[in-house]
Every structure is written in C-alpha cells, then in structure tokens.
C-alpha cells in the first residue's frame, strides 16, 4: 500500500498540484496586502477618508465606534466593509489570473487542426465517414 501511495504521490500531475496551491497560497497574501495595505486606503482617500473595514451593523443595537470594539465586546455583526475588502480582492485576483493565463497563452503554439473524419457525397454533400463506400443519404456508390 505505500508504494502505491508513493507510485501516485510521485506522479507528475500531483507534484503540480501541489506546486499550484503552495504558489496559490503564497500569491493570494500577496494579493491580501495590495487590496488592504494599497488599494483600499486609496479608495478610503478618494470616498472621504473611509476605512470599509470598519463598516459594520451591529445586531444588538448599541453602537460601536469600530468594529474592534463591538467585538470586544461581544456584539454580534454584520461585516459587510470586510466583504467589500474580500470582493475586492477576489476582482484583482480574478484579473490578474485572467492576464497571466492570456499572456501564457500567446506564447503557446496554436494546436494543430483536428484531423478529418469525414468527407462531402459528391451527389448529395451530405456528410459521410471517409471509409464509407456508399453514402447512407442519397444511397450514391462512392
């Protein structure tokens, strides 16, 4: 049982995946800290000095100068400046896999065409397999 399980671990296909996800990993706090750090204190600027992360509703009515606070102490919120955050991270992720894989694309050869299979009834052009000897349409000797 553990060659086999070493046989599949090995397997190229696996080691890839793993390679992407660690890459994926490492990329995504990349990204965290371009939204968080760059992105949005600039938007905070450019809207009046918000900060979307401290915009909150809390569920117990009593108010709360930052979301910190009502979590202090122990108040129940909706968080919906920190999904504005993660949706915007999720659009420049998004973005930016989008032009990678656009770029990588490029650069690849174009596949060849697929091989024909098939070819036109010289009296019907219907279509017909190239081995067929009489065409299944009009019933023409091929």
Same mark, same amino acid.
């Given at each position: 049982?553990?060659?086999? %399980?070493?046989? %599949?671990?090995?397997?190229?296909?696996?080691?890839d995946l793993a390679i992407g996800v660690i890459i994926g990993a490492? #990329? @995504?706090?990349? +990204?965290t800290s371009l939204v968080n750090d760059i992105l949005m204190p600039v938007v905070?600027?450019?809207?009046? @000095?918000?900060? #979307?992360?401290?915009?909150?509703?809390?569920?117990?009515?009593?108010?709360?100068p930052t979301l910190a606070a009502a979590k202090a102490a122990g108040a129940p919120t909706i968080n919906y400046g920190l999904f504005v955050n993660t949706v915007l991270e999720f659009m420049i992720v998004? #973005?930016?896999?989008? +032009?990678?894989?656009?770029?990588?694309?490029? #650069?690849?050869?174009?596949? $060849? $065409?697929?091989?024909?299979?098939?070819?036109?009834? $010289?009296?019907?052009?219907?279509?017909? $397999?190239?081995?067929?000897k009489r065409c299944p349409a009009c019933t023409s000797a091929l």
């Open positions: 049982m553990f060659a086999e %399980f070493k046989k %599949f671990v090995m397997r190229g296909n696996v080691l490492a #990329f @995504g706090k990349i +990204v905070g600027l450019a809207a009046g @000095g918000m900060d #979307f992360s401290n915009f909150f509703v809390s569920l117990n009515g009593q108010s709360y998004a #973005f930016v896999i989008f +032009v990678i894989v656009k770029q990588v694309n490029r #650069f690849m050869p174009a596949p $060849p $065409p697929p091989a024909t299979s098939t070819k036109d009834c $010289p009296q019907c052009f219907t279509k017909i $397999p190239i081995p067929a």
